[in-house]
């Protein structure tokens, strides 16, 4: 069960640009008012206990955890457009981030999630279950199959519609690298109007969040294709005690 | 213009974070949303019968700003085994020398230290199965106290904040822990505190969270850019 593979990084994480996140209060989204700390966070120098992290075997996971079209069908296959979905998970220094683990979950076609909470009318597809899950290969590279999620209606307005994503949960290298995000389709008229999309602090970086069609990698006759990436924080090495330099090794 | 070099140095930006939303179990943990697809689940049991070191509950509740539970939350931990070592090759403590002895610092094969879970859908407690972890280095040389790490996932959070979990009975240890000692703020080092007790025989470490300051008198948590 623990494997620790060798040659990952141990160097301390370059701190953490908050600009490119949204601030934890974001009255456009309601929930975030009750639920954001009031006081500034607080940044210690990073020890051994942030630098290190959870390490995943691909053999931990199942054989279909990556095919979202057949890791829950019954009695045949789910509804909707089918769809490759694949990128390369990189640091911000353009390393690749090998080992990582790779989750997202999402709606059906319908705009319908199969969970005990949501109760939107859009009916429940028996063959769909909506997760999936795997590792990047040495190259930071990953890619699963699915269907669209549809648009769904929540209750941050009386008409508000979350444009069709799929949510993105990653666990790098270490502890500082864990992020979740979400992932939206080029295109979609519903992103720009989206209090959680919006969250963002700028157009230009939410641009980051949304996958590009990618036309030349479609499987013919089968799937289109989209290609997400995705920046995980980059570390420090250590090339002498005490002296560090961001970006390396490559 | 003044002349400057082309540049070789690209930071490319971190992908932007968005909130896990309501239904963050599917993906990371679909029995709790209600179905069963995967062979394998990670979940909120970090040991077994072998893990060596003090086994320990950790269970808390997560509360907002009126101090309703945040019943849809989603909780991570990462920790040292008992001997105050990481299950991952950043770590290459083989043994440390405190008063004079070498202790073996060892990985337990049995031990990742990484668990999830989501709260309870009623009422809002999460529950870890684990051990209490050892002391691990600091940066200067020195000994941080045993604590664990945590990182909250929910609905209308933005970014997962990340907090960290001490030890009530390790008083010394605590008082010398130089992240604990570096809040300048003392009175707001006990909202990392776990409360030991025990219940039909097993030790519990209770844990709760306040996203911010409540009527009732709840202390915002303290929370890291780490």
């Given at each position: 069960?623990?494997?620790a593979?060798?040659?990952a990084?141990?160097?301390e994480f370059?701190?953490r640009?908050?600009?490119?996140?949204?601030?934890?209060?974001?009255?456009?989204?309601?929930t975030?008012v009750?639920r954001?700390?009031?006081n500034?966070?607080?940044?210690?120098?990073?020890?051994?206990?942030?630098?290190t992290?959870p390490?995943f075997?691909?053999?931990?996971?199942?054989?279909?955890?990556?095919?979202?079209?057949?890791?829950?069908?019954?009695?045949?296959?789910?509804?909707?457009?089918?769809?490759?979905?694949?990128?390369?998970?990189?640091?911000?220094?353009?390393?690749?981030?090998?080992?990582?683990?790779?989750?997202?979950?999402?709606?059906?076609?319908g705009?319908?999630?199969?969970h005990?909470?949501?109760?939107y009318l859009?009916?429940?597809?028996?063959n769909?279950?909506?997760?999936?899950?795997?590792?990047?290969?040495e190259?930071?590279?990953y890619f699963?199959?699915?269907?669209k999620?549809?648009?769904?209606?929540?209750?941050?307005?009386?008409?508000a519609?979350?444009?069709?994503?799929?949510?993105?949960?990653?666990?790098?290298?270490g502890w500082a690298?864990r992020?979740?995000?979400?992932?939206?389709f080029?295109g979609?008229?519903?992103?720009?109007?989206?209090?959680?999309?919006?969250?963002v602090p700028?157009?230009?970086?939410?641009?980051?969040?949304?996958a590009?069609?990618?036309?030349?990698?479609?499987?013919p006759?089968?799937?289109?294709?989209?290609?997400?990436?995705?920046?995980?924080?980059?570390?420090?090495a250590?090339?002498?005690?005490?002296?560090?330099?961001p970006?390396?090794?490559? | 213009?003044s002349l400057?070099?082309h540049?070789m140095?690209?930071?490319?930006?971190?992908?932007?974070?968005?909130?896990?939303?309501p239904?963050?179990?599917?993906?990371?943990?679909?029995q709790?949303?209600?179905?069963?697809?995967?062979?394998?689940?990670f979940?909120?049991?970090?040991?077994t019968?072998?893990t060596?070191?003090?086994?320990?509950?950790?269970?808390?509740r997560?509360?907002?700003g009126?101090?309703?539970?945040?019943?849809?939350v989603l909780i991570?931990i990462w920790?040292?085994?008992?001997?105050?070592?990481y299950?991952?090759?950043g770590d290459?403590?083989?043994?440390?020398?405190?008063g004079?002895?070498?202790q073996?610092?060892?990985?337990?094969?049995?031990?990742?230290?990484?668990?999830r879970?989501?709260?309870d859908?009623?009422?809002g407690?999460y529950t870890?199965?684990t051990?209490?972890?050892g002391?691990?280095?600091?940066?200067?040389?020195?000994?941080?106290a045993p604590?664990?790490?945590?990182v909250?996932?929910?609905?209308?959070?933005?970014?997962?904040?990340h907090?960290?979990v001490?030890?009530?009975?390790?008083?010394d240890?605590?008082?010398?822990?130089?992240?604990?000692?570096g809040?300048?703020?003392?009175t707001?080092?006990?909202?990392?505190?776990?409360?030991?007790?025990e219940?039909?025989?097993?030790?519990?470490?209770?844990f709760d969270?306040?996203?911010?300051?409540?009527?009732?008198?709840?202390?915002?948590?303290v929370?890291?850019?780490?």
């Amino acid at each position: 069960m623990i494997i620790a593979a060798p040659g990952a990084a141990s160097g301390e994480f370059v701190e953490r640009d908050h600009t490119q996140h949204p601030p934890a209060l974001t009255p456009g989204y309601r929930t975030s008012v009750l639920r954001s700390p009031r006081n500034a966070l607080i940044a210690p120098r990073p020890t051994l206990s942030e630098t290190t992290g959870p390490v995943f075997d691909p053999r931990e996971l199942g054989e279909k955890d990556n095919d979202l079209i057949l890791n829950f069908a019954k009695d045949g296959l789910p509804i909707g457009e089918r769809l490759i979905v694949h990128g390369y998970v990189r640091d911000e220094f353009g390393n690749p981030v090998k080992g990582a683990l790779v989750e997202a979950w999402q709606a059906n076609a319908g705009g319908r999630y199969r969970h005990k909470k949501d109760r939107y009318l859009a009916p429940i597809d028996p063959n769909f279950g909506g997760c999936g899950r795997m590792i990047t290969d040495e190259n930071g590279y990953y890619f699963f199959r699915t269907i669209k999620p549809g648009p769904y209606p929540w209750a941050n307005s009386t008409n508000a519609w979350r444009p069709a994503h799929i949510h993105f949960s990653i666990n790098g290298t270490g502890w500082a690298q864990r992020l979740i995000t979400q992932m939206y389709f080029e295109g979609d008229p519903l992103i720009e109007r989206c209090p959680i999309a919006k969250t963002v602090p700028t157009l230009d970086q939410l641009r980051s969040l949304i996958a590009q069609e990618d036309p030349a990698n479609n499987a013919p006759f089968d799937a289109r294709t989209y290609r997400f990436d995705l920046t995980l924080r980059g570390r420090r090495a250590t090339f002498f005690d005490n002296i560090t330099l961001p970006g390396a090794p490559r | 213009m003044s002349l400057s070099p082309h540049s070789m140095i690209a930071r490319r930006p971190e992908t932007p974070s968005q909130t896990g939303g309501p239904y963050v179990h599917i993906g990371l943990a679909p029995q709790q949303a209600g179905f069963d697809i995967f062979d394998h689940n990670f979940g909120n049991v970090l040991t077994t019968p072998e893990t060596k070191g003090e086994h320990i509950t950790l269970e808390g509740r997560v509360f907002d700003g009126t101090g309703t539970p945040v019943r849809d939350v989603l909780i991570e931990i990462w920790q040292a085994n008992a001997a105050g070592r990481y299950a991952h090759p950043g770590d290459s403590q083989d043994g440390h020398t405190q008063g004079g002895r070498t202790q073996a610092r060892e990985i337990d094969p049995t031990f990742r230290g990484w668990g999830r879970t989501g709260g309870d859908f009623d009422t809002g407690v999460y529950t870890f199965e684990t051990i209490k972890p050892g002391p691990v280095p600091a940066n200067d040389g020195g000994t941080q106290a045993p604590h664990i790490l945590m990182v909250l996932f929910a609905r209308g959070i933005n970014l997962g904040l990340h907090t960290r979990v001490y030890f009530d009975d390790e008083a010394d240890a605590n008082a010398a822990d130089p992240v604990l000692t570096g809040i300048e703020w003392e009175t707001r080092r006990d909202t990392l505190i776990a409360t030991r007790s025990e219940r039909d025989g097993k030790v519990i470490y209770t844990f709760d969270v306040y996203l911010q300051d409540t009527p009732a008198g709840g202390h915002e948590t303290v929370f890291f850019d780490i």
